[in-house]
């Protein structure tokens, strides 16, 4: 089945490391973004990448760094830069070129927590 | 002004009634509206989207839309317990960015 695939599902992290979300997407869609989701925020959007080897800030980038090596592959990486990592991560894919054409697919989401 | 907004909620309903969830957003030139459903702890998924103005229905779910007063709703008729959830809208501002409101809690009592 084609879908979005995202691990670890549950992560703990001691302040001062960083940690790698993976997100893997077997849809053939060439745009990827990440989310974070806080309790009684909406999604604010991270990074985001509409094709191979290239990607853009989102609005709460700092902190946060990515990689678009192949198509299918968007891992995000939470840098002890980032002052308050806890949250809900969310990896989402669109067939269309940009946020706003065509619908969001999402992964079933990794959850940060920092101790 | 947020962007996009919605009442937190929650938002209680009996089974069987129609449940209306509402959203305004600031941006004049939006042209692009969707409204996700999220179980508590899973991700969202797309359930509506609505591009002009007036009504599009798709099985329970009917969604409106009205960009002079900046404002889209959805109505879910003959409301399950199933419907549980928060509907998230979104809205796209200028080009290139969606922009999400904070979400709305449903409750659906049997």
């Known amino acids: 089945d084609g879908g979005i695939t995202q691990s670890p599902k549950y992560l703990f992290r001691k302040e001062g490391q960083n940690v790698t979300l993976s997100c893997e997407q077997n849809?053939?869609?060439?745009?990827m973004y990440w989310y974070r989701q806080d309790p009684g925020q909406g999604l604010r959007l991270i990074y985001y990448s509409q094709i191979v080897n290239d990607f853009q800030k989102g609005d709460i980038a700092e902190g946060y760094s990515v990689s678009r090596e192949k198509k299918e592959s968007f891992p995000l990486t939470v840098t002890s830069a980032q002052k308050n990592p806890t949250a809900f991560y969310l990896c989402?894919?669109?067939?269309?070129?940009?946020?706003?054409?065509?619908?969001?697919?999402f992964g079933e989401g990794s959850r940060l927590t920092v101790l | 002004q947020k962007e996009v907004e919605q009442n937190s909620g929650p938002l209680s309903v009996p089974e069987g009634a129609i449940a209306s969830l509402n959203c305004t957003y600031s941006?004049?030139?939006?042209?692009?509206f969707f409204w996700y459903r999220q179980y508590s702890g899973k991700s969202p998924e797309l359930i509506m989207s609505?591009?002009?103005?007036g009504d599009k229905e798709d099985g329970r779910f009917t969604a409106q839309l009205n960009k002079a007063s900046q404002y889209v709703s959805l109505l879910i008729r003959d409301s399950q317990p199933s419907d549980s959830a928060t509907y998230l809208c979104?809205?796209?501002?200028?080009?290139?960015?969606?922009?999400f409101g904070t979400g709305t809690r449903l409750l659906v009592s049997p």
């Open positions: 989402a894919s669109t067939s269309g070129p940009r946020p706003n054409t065509g619908e969001l697919f």
């Open positions: 609505i591009y002009s103005n």
């Open positions: 941006d004049r030139g939006s042209q692009s």
């Open positions: 849809l053939n869609h060439d745009a």
């Open positions: 979104a809205v796209t501002l200028g080009f290139q960015k969606l922009v």
